[in-house]
């Protein structure tokens, strides 16, 4: 049986997330949704604050406002992170996150998680959640002759 592509508009997504996340401010602006929202990874970690964007057909856009993300004793970049700035949760090249699928059920929890082998990272030294770094394009300024 061929599966359908049930595309959740950002309605769904925003009455979706109050219903699960009641305490996280979400907002629709045009085709977007704007989360704020707080997470608590376990019992002894920080809470981190964090905005989530999200736009129809585009990859949704974490970061943590705070506490500041910071690089571990050595110095090291953290690891799974877009430009330092934003959250590489999922691999895109593998469909792992659909526009079909609920951020509250997706994101929210790989947030938490992301969050959860951070704090190990700093402990231990090594990323222990698995995954693939993101590799980015980088931009050649050079003339080609």
Not at 7 to 22: E, T
Not at 116 to 125: D, K, N, R
């Amino acid at each position: 049986m061929k599966k359908t592509n049930n595309k959740k508009s950002v309605s769904q997504q925003l009455g979706n997330m109050k219903a699960k996340y009641k305490y996280f401010k979400s907002v629709i602006k045009r085709n977007s949704i704007i989360i704020n929202g707080k997470l608590r990874p376990t019992a002894r970690s920080e809470e981190y604050s964090f905005v989530l964007q999200y736009t129809i057909n585009k990859k949704p856009r974490i970061k943590i406002i705070s506490p500041k993300l910071v690089k571990n004793s050595k110095g090291d970049d953290i690891p799974h992170m877009y430009n330092q700035k934003h959250l590489c949760l999922y691999q895109p090249k593998y469909n792992e996150f659909k526009n079909s699928d609920f951020l509250s059920e997706t994101i929210i929890p790989w947030i938490s998680l992301w969050l959860y082998y951070y704090e190990q990272w700093h402990i231990t030294g090594d990323w222990l959640g698995g995954g693939e770094h993101p590799i980015l394009k980088k931009r050649n300024n050079a003339k080609k002759r």
